[in-house]
């Protein structure tokens, strides 16, 4: 019985000694990590970065642990006058991950002192490059064209406006925004770093110059709208006049037809009355004589006739004439 | 003894299977029961249908698994992260969706406002919204090659529309490039995310409001009204012309209607007069002399009745006018 007590109180103790030894001896590295190793402040052999169940030195060496992925730094909105003098703000964001936690660990200690020299290396080589690009070169990349179409459709009414579409892009915000990683990322190396991405999230123009540009956009449309309105009175002036053309043209034809309708019906008239008439004119003129007096003499005429005309002749003389 | 027992009171507290020495067997029991309970938890996930699980054994991935009961290595040696893979999941930019009751309902404020405002290639100012719908395509990617994958899609998100508005008219994304601005602001995206072997797959990104600044949106209206004004007028000038016209055509058309109708009228009576003439004329020709007198005196027939006045005068000494009274006004100067 006594030994049974002893062995089940040593074995407790065997366990609990290999779980403390284990526990120090033993570490984990996740996926996303990567470890060194220190010895009383020294670090001891290369950084480890397979996931996975490790080995150290129980109680001498310790295990400082570092973030092996892709990291995010985010920039202050900067204001930074561009070479034209405009001032914009700029927003950039990074990502970067510890490359070599050796130097990590003894330059900047950790992701808070990185955090803060990147804010200085990062602003400063944004600041640089913005302040000395026109700004297109920001806005625009560099397969910036613009066609008669696009000129047509922005509906430019300046001449100025036309100048602004047509600046070329030399560069552009493509290549700008690589020779800032270019140049930020020849620094970072020296505290363990790698910057793998940089990019301009935001650009905006600065309070004072937004209001500038938004009373020029106002000024803009209103010349459109100015160009709309002046266009419709146009086209209709023109159409009205078209109008009163056609109707000119319309009813002038129409008067010359009927012109020439009646001027060939005159003139067949004429024809059929020579036809007919010319047969024997002094009866004609006799014939419409006697029809003029019927048609023309009525009971407001007064005639006054000799006894010697032609009607009262028998009133004279009722012998027949002398053979 | 036994009957000086039987006597006592029994006053002894009844431990009737306490043993001391029994702690030492029964505690180990106990301890077992727990770690195979506890060993028996924690050997067994499951994943939801739309989630794939990531295992991994002293952090290091072992295996990825699909829906149902898996089992793993107990007491946090294996550990399993489950992560929803086909869910299709959404950022919202410049917007955010507040409610989603009968209908949804949206918010904006500041800054939104700033997450939406950006440059335009003619150096005006737009306010783009956008979505993005992603799925997690590779989960242990997604867990361990970047820290803040949502922040990292957002960041870059924005920082790709802007750079595609930026190198687009204006006028364009708000009107006929909607498409191809979203078609290439995904493209764009997910080269990046591939090139931070992130483990998302963009599946779309879609424009949703685009519109002018809201303090410049008065005067696009004003343009819009503009262009309405214009087809307005000329709408009116093309209705007055058609109003105008046809009548005009057929007034024409009855104006040579009359020539016309004059022009069988004169021809007619000319025809009928003629041939008139042309009888009597045939007929006078047999027998002139009876023809003339007889159509002479038949004149005189009808004409002297009707006249008001026949003064017969003989010879010629004698003037008749100084018998008339010329006061009274009917007298007619001969014709």
């Known amino acids: ?323 | 003894m036994t009957q000086f027992d039987r006597n006592r009171p029994n006053v002894q507290i009844n431990f009737p299977d306490f043993d001391p020495r029994k702690l030492f067997t029964t505690v180990p029991v106990v301890l077992l029961v727990i770690l195979v309970a506890a060993g028996l938890y924690t050997s067994y996930y499951t994943v939801q249908p739309e989630e794939e699980a990531v295992v991994k054994r002293f952090g290091a991935v072992v295996a990825i698994r699909g829906p149902g009961l898996h089992f793993k290595l107990p007491f946090g040696i294996d550990k399993a992260y489950n992560i929803p893979t086909a869910r299709v999941l959404k950022q919202e930019f410049g917007f955010r969706t507040a409610g989603t009751g009968n209908r949804t309902s949206y918010r904006k404020d500041a800054a939104l406002l700033e997450e939406s405002l950006m440059l335009t290639g003619d150096l005006k100012v737009i306010d783009v919204e956008w979505v993005v719908q992603y799925r997690i395509s590779n989960p242990s990617s997604y867990l361990h090659n970047v820290r803040e994958p949502s922040k990292t899609l957002r960041d870059i998100s924005e920082a790709v529309m802007r750079r595609i508005v930026g190198n687009s008219l204006g006028s364009d994304v708000l009107t006929e490039k909607r498409v191809e601005v979203a078609m290439n602001a995904r493209q764009e995206l997910q080269e990046i995310l591939d090139s931070f072997d992130i483990g998302i797959q963009v599946s779309t990104i879609e424009l949703q409001d685009v519109t002018p600044p809201e303090k410049v949106k008065p005067a696009f209206n004003e343009v819009n009204q503009a262009e309405q004004e214009r087809e307005r007028l000329i709408n009116e000038a093309e209705k007055r012309r058609n109003q105008v016209i046809p009548r005009a055509e057929g007034q024409a058309k009855q104006i040579i209607a009359q020539a016309e109708g004059y022009s069988a009228e004169r021809v007619n009576s000319a025809r009928g007069e003629t041939a008139r003439f042309t009888a009597i004329l045939s007929e006078y020709e047999k027998v002139p002399e009876v023809t003339r007198q007889r159509l002479y005196l038949e004149m005189v027939d009808k004409v002297l009745p009707n006249l008001g006045r026949v003064y017969i005068m003989e010879g010629e000494g004698m003037s008749p006018l100084p018998l008339l009274n010329l006061s009274e006004g009917n007298l007619q100067p001969a014709k």
């Open chain 1, 1 to 323: 019985m006594k030994n049974s007590l002893n062995f089940s109180l040593g074995f407790l103790v065997l366990i609990v000694l290999v779980v403390v030894v284990g526990a120090s001896t033993l570490f984990q590295v996740d996926e996303a990590e990567q470890a060194i190793i220190v010895q009383f402040g020294a670090p001891v052999g290369e950084p480890i970065t397979d996931a996975g169940l490790h080995l150290k030195l129980p109680f001498v060496q310790e295990v400082r642990r570092f973030d092996k992925r892709l990291l995010s730094w985010d920039g202050d909105p900067n204001q930074i006058p561009t070479r034209g003098e405009q001032f914009i703000s700029v927003d950039t964001t990074a990502r970067w991950r510890i490359a070599d936690p050796l130097v990590f660990l003894q330059r900047v200690q950790n992701e808070r002192g990185a955090t803060l020299r990147l804010n200085d290396i990062l602003d400063s080589v944004v600041r640089d490059k913005i302040s000395s690009s026109d700004l297109v070169e920001i806005v625009r990349s560099k397969d910036w064209e613009i066609s008669e179409d696009d000129l047509e459709r922005a509906q430019v009414a300046a001449e100025e406006e036309e100048e602004i579409l047509l600046q070329e892009v030399v560069s552009g915000r493509g290549e700008l925004v690589d020779t800032i990683l270019e140049t930020a990322g020849a620094v970072v190396p020296d505290f363990g770093i790698e910057l793998v991405d940089i990019r301009i999230k935001r650009i905006d123009y600065v309070k004072e110059v937004q209001e500038r540009v938004f009373e020029r956009m106002i000024a803009e449309r209103q010349r459109i709208a100015e160009q709309f309105r002046s266009e419709g009175e146009g086209r209709a002036a023109e159409i009205d006049g078209e109008t009163e053309m056609q109707l000119a043209r319309i009813t002038s034809e129409a008067r010359r037809e009927a012109e020439v309708i009646r001027g060939n019906a005159d003139a067949e008239v004429t024809r059929i009355y020579n036809e007919s008439f010319g047969a024997d004119p002094e009866f004609y003129a006799f014939f419409r004589t006697l029809e003029s007096y019927s048609s023309s003499l009525d009971e407001s005429s007064t005639l006054i006739l000799g006894v010697d005309s032609d009607y009262f002749r028998y009133l004279k003389d009722i012998a027949p004439p002398a053979k």
